[in-house]
């Protein structure tokens, strides 16, 4: 059963504007809230077998903390272009290349893609993932055939929500 969390990169900076998109990096705020989420993500057992994010670095870094956070080694995470601003679908390509060994994917990437893919593989789930958000979802049909498959929500968390909410878990 296929397993996809998706990730959008914790909060960035915007102080140093001579930098480019790509390699802005995040700020307090964000270095602050991944390591959080890391915390009650492990805490509902769920790990990827593998992690891809974009090579931006704010998202590369969210990457890595969460990787931390969860026991995944950082040195294991691929970067791919393709969640860089490429559009939902070029996520689902990736998703649809991966090894049918691979039981739980994460992805890591950027608005408004991640939000998009989410909204498309499930359904209307909201209009904006914030930052730091993380979206897993789960269906029955291999990676080969997502073009096909029907997604549910397993678990949808972000930095601001509020742990008193039910979790769809």
Aim: charged share 20%; aromatic share 6%.
């Amino acid at each position: 059963m296929p397993i996809l969390t998706l990730v959008r990169h914790a909060k960035s900076s915007w102080k140093d504007t001579s930098l480019s998109d790509r390699d802005r990096p995040l700020n307090n705020r964000g270095k602050n809230s991944a390591p959080i989420m890391a915390e009650r993500y492990l805490s509902r057992d769920l790990l990827p077998d593998l992690i891809i994010s974009s090579p931006a670095q704010r998202a590369l870094t969210t990457a890595r903390i969460i990787a931390v956070g969860i026991g995944y080694d950082g040195d294991n995470i691929i970067q791919d272009d393709s969640l860089y601003f490429d559009g939902s679908m070029a996520m689902q390509l990736v998703m649809q290349n991966q090894r049918e060994d691979c039981e739980h994917l994460m992805l890591v990437g950027h608005n408004p893609d991640m939000t998009n893919l989410l909204n498309d593989l499930a359904g209307y789930i909201t209009d904006n993932i914030p930052t730091c958000g993380m979206a897993t979802l789960y269906t029955e049909t291999p990676w080969s055939n997502i073009e096909t498959a029907h997604w549910r929500l397993l678990d949808y968390d972000y930095p601001k929500k509020s742990q008193q909410e039910p979790k769809l878990l």
